[in-house]
């Protein structure tokens, strides 16, 4: 009989057991018998922390000795989840770790539950900002993230009776073996202050900032390890602190104690990520963090540049690109503006030059409220120099204007920085088009609707400036290490490398009529669902049927993506079921998962109203368990790792317009979910790869969107002419879901409404529940669905972050790969 591990292996796990028991001893203080599942957890990390150390110190050496151009990727969110079992499985050491795991009588699935996620973000734009630089580590691009080392990130939800509260997360409470801070790095930071205006001594004018604060920026830096084990990156993620000296200028200039400094004390900067999702806030700490880690992040760069370089400025357009995460960190334009200007003593056009061959913008929102403007009286009383600057520009940007388009003032309005108005704003995203080299929007539809709706004047200004980069995923994290089962099973039918070359899993698609491998897929989602099932009766005690539809919709709760257009349907099952207890339909469980921003008050009610139907139609024994709703507390990354792998139905159903790309719509296709959704974002790409035969798509169109608008769109119409709507939204007012409350759930009818339904609810219903009745027809056709399912998986390549993280080298950062030996 074959040996189980060849001698390498053997050898690798008597080493890795040696190395864990050491830090059970050294670094944890306990040994095997009285350790915790804790502590096992941390011994591990630390094991493995040796090898990527081991791995991160080769790259930066062979980085700095190539004097490698670097990208740097400025993002106020990422959201990391949890890197034990990543880790593991970019350095090809699961399985080591596993077997050596089993022998010291330790199960690893069990210990990785340990790793509280690295939620330091809100959802789609912080996750793309993990798997971009999951993918730039892979393909040995050199690239550090930077960003805000938050203490508490996004806030945990609890469901307390059916409505969302929200509890502070805590992750490094116990500490993070992953991090390792860097005190030799601490940049310093200022605040506030006044602009002294000075006259050089060759009669040229300068200005000098005396800030009224100053705070320390602590750089904590977690490795990035890429597949294999190459390269490996780090973000770099900054931590605030009082400094030890104040800047007392004001103090001594003024003779008053300024009231600012009593504003935002150093620690509070980096306490608390903004749980906002697609909602502009204005909140006056939110713009300090964001000059925080832009300040501190430009300073890191310059160094590193000086180092090699020296004061010669001339190559630094050369060595550094910097990719804005959105308009979150746009400040950092006028931040390096300053620094060459007033510091490098640089002349403006000279340092304009270097700034605009430095930035790229990506944008993720058309939604106007979503787009960021801050009072510019807010940034002269935080940066009053900064502002200073943000005119100049804006001065500078309209003489172009005039030029282009002479006299014509509504062209300039438009593009202006400033909006006038009672109070004078800031426009972020004009600034960063402005002060930027590349725009991206993150799917095909999206772009273009950048350039026609939202940028429109400027890209008759710069045609080509606008450009597309359609996101994408990283497949070790949303395959391989998510679904084992099944990427066994891929690994057995086409080779295993796929990971690094996703287009390989077109190979599947050969397979997908032959019978034995349809039942082998359909097995292992199967058994994916019967996990799932585990959990959700361990987590909420609520029993599924797993010969049950999985439908899934998980993201964040907003009105465009249309949660609530899922819950109507769900009642108007019930109400069928009600009316005709033999209504016909595959029993199907809906699964939610939602984090509703805290100030966001319709969003909650309708976690509230899922939960409320759910209790209702769960207990109902008339339903006889054709539907199930669950809502699942708490979606954060771990949660969608489990949750992904076992949906049979992906839930995409925004109005078509409003969801710049979406990223779980790829995580579910590509693990054999079947997409019923609206031609918006990366869906409408999602339907051209895998065909119209393969995926459910229904609803208006963004031109029908548009036209219906222009016409007088009145949801009243379609109350009054569907009996079955109207049933439904008059369902809300009474107390049938909430026993003794009525109108508790009245406001979801009233935004359908009373507030004419923007987001056009009541026009895609009927489409949506005739899409729904296809879905069901399908799912008992067995061996359709598999065939579906299978090439869902199969036609996923382009969704891979490494081919968008390409496309962002070939169009927008011109980097090349440096292999670490
Ligand atoms: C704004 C102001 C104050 C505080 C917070 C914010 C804030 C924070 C996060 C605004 C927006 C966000 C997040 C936006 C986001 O996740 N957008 C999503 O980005 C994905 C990646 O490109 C897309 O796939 C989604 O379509 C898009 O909604």
Redesign the pocket.
């Known amino acids: 009989k074959a040996p189980s591990t060849t001698a390498s292996e053997a050898i690798n796990k008597i080493d890795f057991k040696e190395a864990v028991i050491r830090h059970l001893h050294c670094t944890l203080g306990t040994d095997e018998n009285k350790a915790n599942n804790h502590a096992w957890w941390k011994a591990t990390c630390a094991a493995i922390q040796e090898n990527v150390l081991e791995g991160l110190r080769k790259t930066q050496k062979t980085h700095y000795l190539n004097d490698t151009r670097a990208v740097h990727y400025f993002s106020a969110?990422f959201l990391m989840g949890r890197l034990l079992s990543n880790n593991m499985h970019n350095l090809g050491l699961f399985d080591t770790a596993q077997e050596a795991l089993k022998e010291l009588g330790v199960e690893l699935t069990d210990i990785m539950e340990e790793e509280p996620d690295m939620a330091l973000g809100?959802?789609?734009?912080?996750r793309?900002a993990a798997c971009f630089i999951d993918s730039l580590a892979t393909m040995e691009l050199p690239a550090i993230g930077y960003g805000i080392h938050y203490e508490h990130g996004l806030f945990r939800q609890e469901i307390k009776s059916g409505a969302q509260i929200e509890r502070p997360d805590s992750w490094r409470d116990y500490g993070n073996p992953w991090e390792i801070c860097r005190p030799e790095s601490i940049q310093e930071v200022s605040l506030y202050g006044y602009v002294e205006t000075k006259y050089g001594e060759n009669g040229r004018i300068q200005k000098e900032w005396h800030p009224g604060v100053t705070v320390k920026g602590v750089p904590w830096d977690i490795p990035v390890v890429g597949y294999e084990g190459k390269t490996v990156n780090v973000l770099r993620l900054w931590q605030s602190e009082a400094s030890d000296y104040f800047n007392w200028d004001v103090f001594n200039a003024g003779g008053y104690v300024d009231a600012q400094r009593e504003n935002v004390h150093a620690e509070t900067i980096s306490k608390v990520l903004?749980p906002?999702?697609?909602t502009?806030?204005g909140k006056e700490l939110?713009l300090v963090q964001q000059y925080f880690f832009c300040s501190c992040s430009l300073k890191d760069i310059i160094r590193r540049y000086k180092r090699a370089h020296g004061d010669d400025w001339s190559r630094f357009v050369e060595q550094v690109v910097i990719q804005l995460n959105?308009t979150h960190p746009a400040i950092a334009i006028p931040e390096l503006m300053r620094i060459l200007v007033d510091r490098a003593e640089l002349d403006w056009d000279k340092a304009w030059n270097i700034c605009t061959q430095v930035f790229a913008y990506t944008n993720?929102?058309l939604l106007p409220e979503?787009l960021?403007k801050w009072p510019a009286r807010m940034i002269e009383k935080i940066l009053p120099r900064h502002l200073e600057i943000i005119y100049e520009i804006n001065h500078r940007f309209m003489a172009l204007v005039d030029k282009k388009w002479p006299g014509d003032n509504e062209k300039k309005a438009k593009l202006s920085i400033i909006e006038e108005g009672n109070e004078k704003m800031v426009r972020m995203g004009n600034l960063s088009v402005i002060g930027s080299f590349a725009v991206n929007g993150?799917a095909e539809i999206h772009s273009h609707l950048v350039k026609q709706n939202l940028f429109p004047e400027f890209e008759a200004l710069w045609p080509g400036k606008i450009t597309n980069v359609t996101?994408g995923i990283t497949p070790r994290r949303w395959l391989k290490a998510c679904n084992p089962a099944l990427s066994a099973l891929i690994d057995k039918k086409i080779g295993n490398d796929w990971p690094l070359d996703l287009n390989k899993l077109e190979g599947l698609s050969k397979h997908a009529e032959n019978k034995t491998f349809q039942k082998q897929f359909m097995q292992v989602k199967h058994a994916n669902k019967q996990r799932l099932a585990k959990e959700i009766k361990h987590s909420l005690d609520i029993d599924v049927d797993v010969n049950a539809i999985f439908d899934v919709q998980i993201k964040r709760l907003h009105e465009y993506k249309r949660q609530h257009l899922n819950l109507l349907h769900i009642m108007a099952l019930y109400r069928r079921i009600l009316e005709n207890p033999d209504y016909d339909m595959h029993p199907r469980v809906f699964i939610f998962g939602a984090k509703a921003a805290p100030g966001y008050r319709l969003a909650k009610d309708i976690i509230y109203a899922i939960n409320m139907v759910g209790n209702k139609i769960n207990n109902d024994p008339r339903v006889k368990n054709k539907i199930k709703v669950v809502f699942m507390p708490n979606y954060r990354v771990s949660l969608a790792e489990k949750m992904i792998p076992a949906s049979d139905v992906s839930e995409q159903i925004s109005t078509a317009g409003k969801?710049?790309?979406?990223?779980g719509n790829m995580k579910l296709a590509l693990n054999g979910a079947l997409t019923i959704g609206t031609l918006d974002?990366a869906n409408i790409e999602i339907a051209e790869e895998v065909g119209d035969d393969n995926i459910f798509i229904f609803g208006l169109t963004v031109d029908e969107v548009d036209a219906l608008k222009n016409d007088g769109y009145n949801p009243l119409d379609y109350y009054y002419r569907d009996a079955e709507i109207k049933a439904i939204l008059d369902w809300l007012e009474t107390d049938y879901f909430t026993p003794g409350q009525p109108g508790a759930l009245v406001s979801i009818k009233q935004s359908l409404l009373d507030e004419g339904d923007a987001y056009m609810v009541l026009a895609d219903f009927r489409a949506y529940s005739d899409a729904q009745i296809k879905v069901d027809e399908a799912y008992r056709d067995k061996t359709r669905w598999a065939k579906m399912a299978i090439i869902n998986t199969a036609k996923m390549g382009k969704f891979t972050s490494d081919r968008s993280i390409q496309d962002y080298v070939d169009k927008i950062w011109k980097l090349r790969a440096c292999e670490v030996k």
Request: hydrophobic share 20%.
């Open positions: 969110e809100n959802g789609g734009l912080g793309l903004y906002n999702d697609e502009e806030a939110r959105d993720h929102t979503a960021e993150v996101n969801e710049a790309s979406g990223t974002g």
